[in-house]
């Protein structure tokens, strides 16, 4: 069962526009939710994250939208960049438990 | 460089074979986490070990054992392996027994690709 949904395996953004990944979950026990940006061959890097006390968290050009009551969060990029290429995973978790769940990522890619 | 060390990048093994995919996590960190990400599918946590202890099992077949020694290495020992068993497994460390939120983020390795044939 599926608890971190992305259903959108890939993006295609030109440079310089706003990149919009979004994911969904099913569990309303989550109260922590993180992105993890993907390159080949790499292991996932921590992006950004939110509790479930804020509906926005922002980071430079990365903003994470959470909205509890639909169960939807959303990554913003502005302006994206051609670095940002990569695969971005969505995960959430409870506080306490020992267990990241993850989404099965979106592969953006931006265009020069 | 996550500081996370796997190795062998890759394996290619036969079904019914044995491996053990090794993992050095971040100088200092006490937990690590292991993770299977099978095609098209996010990761799986499988388990997670702190100090030395085993604090949580995930989706780990009884087939898959891992262990944490005393210098906070890991290992990940799957046997009699299956076609289905081919993934890629990542090993994640952090410094708290949390599980990477807050201040304690996940830092992964760059992962094993295991091949069964």
């Known amino acids: 069962d599926q608890q971190v949904k992305q259903n959108s395996p890939s993006l295609s953004v030109q440079e310089g526009r706003i990149s919009i990944l979004n994911c969904d979950y099913t569990?309303?026990?989550?109260?922590?939710f993180l992105w993890y940006k993907k390159y080949p061959a790499e292991g996932p890097t921590f992006l950004i994250s939110?509790?479930?006390?804020?509906d926005k968290n922002e980071d430079g050009r990365f903003t994470v939208f959470l909205n509890k009551s639909a169960k939807h969060l959303s990554l913003h990029i502005v302006p994206s960049q051609p670095g940002d290429s990569a695969v971005y995973f969505c995960?959430?978790?409870?506080?306490?438990?020992?267990?990241?769940?993850f989404g099965t990522g979106t592969r953006l890619t931006v265009i020069p | 460089d996550s500081g996370v060390t796997q190795t062998p990048k890759h394996l290619i093994t036969a079904t019914g074979q044995r491996v053990t995919l090794r993992c050095s996590p971040r100088?200092?960190?006490?937990?690590v986490y292991w993770y299977q990400q099978s095609l098209d599918q996010g990761l799986q946590f499988l388990i997670h070990?702190?100090?030395?202890?085993?604090?949580a099992k995930g989706n780990i077949l009884e087939r898959f054992s891992a262990q944490q020694f005393p210098d906070l290495h890991s290992e990940l020992n799957l046997s009699s392996l299956e076609l289905g068993d081919s993934a890629l497994y990542f090993c994640?460390?952090?410094?708290?027994?949390?599980?990477?939120?807050?201040?304690?983020?996940?830092?992964f390795g760059n992962g094993t690709r295991l091949t069964v044939t």
């Open positions: 070990y702190y100090n030395g202890e085993e604090r």
């Open positions: 569990n309303s026990m989550f109260d922590y």
């Open positions: 994640a460390s952090s410094e708290e027994h949390g599980t990477g939120i807050g201040d304690s983020p996940l830092h």
């Open positions: 995960a959430a978790i409870q506080t306490g438990a020992n267990n990241l769940f």
């Open positions: 939110i509790s479930s006390i804020k």
């Open positions: 100088s200092g960190d006490l937990s």
